[in-house]
């Protein structure tokens, strides 16, 4: 992985929609069902929408029912960071981009094989990039 992004709440906000700031910079999440990448089977890669780092691959995306784009795994492991959130009551995983700390979603070890994970991911934090 290459250098850290860092930029003030300025910067992003001049390149972020206002969910994508809350989401990624402010670790908000969508409403169940509401995200762009929930239903999309499209081949590609998912890349992070504040630095373009490579996070995940459309292989690795199933229809968890959980209403989020779920994956199995990252497409590099060491593009996402993992750190425990004990926010509203629970303990969860919460994952990010490890380029520029963007909040991603959470990880769950409620998922399909051979990993057994369900990376649990906010459309708003993605960007996919069509196979062509």
């Known amino acids: ?14 390149q972020l929609t206002p969910t994508q700031f809350a989401v990624t910079r402010e670790k908000a999440t969508e409403r169940p069902h509401t995200g762009e990448y929930d239903k999309v089977t499209t081949p590609g890669t998912y890349r992070c929408i504040c630095c373009g780092e490579t996070l995940f691959e459309s292989d ?28 509203h009551g629970m303990v969860r995983t919460e994952v990010m981009c490890a380029k520029c700390d963007a909040h991603l979603g959470h990880v769950f ?24």
Do not use: H
């Not at 229809?63 to 926010?87: I, L, M, Q, T, Y």
């Not at 094989?113 to 459309?123: A, D, E, F, K, V």
């Open 1 to 14: 992985m290459s250098d850290k992004i860092k930029k003030t709440d300025e910067e992003w906000r001049s």
């Open 60 to 87: 690795q995306k199933f229809d968890a029912g959980c209403g989020w784009p779920s994956f199995s795994k990252p497409a590099v492991a060491g593009n996402v960071a993992e750190e425990s959130d004990r926010s």
């Open 109 to 132: 070890d409620d998922g399909p094989g051979p990993t057994g994970l369900r990376y649990c991911i906010n459309s708003a934090s993605l960007k996919l990039d069509p196979k062509k």
